[in-house]
Nanobody, 119 residues
Framework: QVQLMESGGGLVQAGKSLKLSCAAS????????MGWYRQAPGKERELVAN?????????NYADSVKGRFTISWDNAVNTLFLQMNSLKPEDTAVYYC???????????WGQGTQVTVSA
């Protein structure tokens, strides 16, 4: 079992920055993929960015956030980060941290953290 604890959400002005954190605990050994997803009112949950823990820490970003957001993993504190720069009102959503064991496909989700960007 994997536990995910998110923090860092809040209310910010457009053009500013925010950094989300997701502390992971439990069975985080082996091959895994982690990511950030978001869901805005009336919209489906969508992938924001993910990272594959393998030979290379390959990353993938939604087109809407490329060049603005950066996903990273810190082994020292077992924490996933999402650095969000140049925030737009369209980025307003509940952001969820996700963990997937690539072999078993077992999936875990954080509780979500609200990000609100004012114009």
């Amino acid at each position: 079992q994997v536990q995910l604890m998110e923090s860092g959400g809040g209310l910010v002005q457009a053009g500013k920055s925010l950094k989300l954190s997701c502390a992971a605990s439990g069975n985080v050994a082996g091959l895994w993929r982690m990511g950030w997803y978001r869901q805005a009112p009336g919209k489906e949950r969508e992938l924001v960015a993910n990272i594959m823990f393998g030979i290379d820490r390959r990353t993938n970003y939604a087109d809407s956030v490329k060049g603005r957001f950066t996903i990273s993993w810190d082994n020292a504190v077992n924490t996933l980060f999402l650095q969000m720069n140049s925030l737009k009102p369209e980025d307003t959503a509940v952001y969820y941290c996700n963990f997937v064991h690539t072999l078993s496909t077992m999936t875990y989700w954080g509780q979500g953290t609200q990000v609100t960007v004012s114009a």
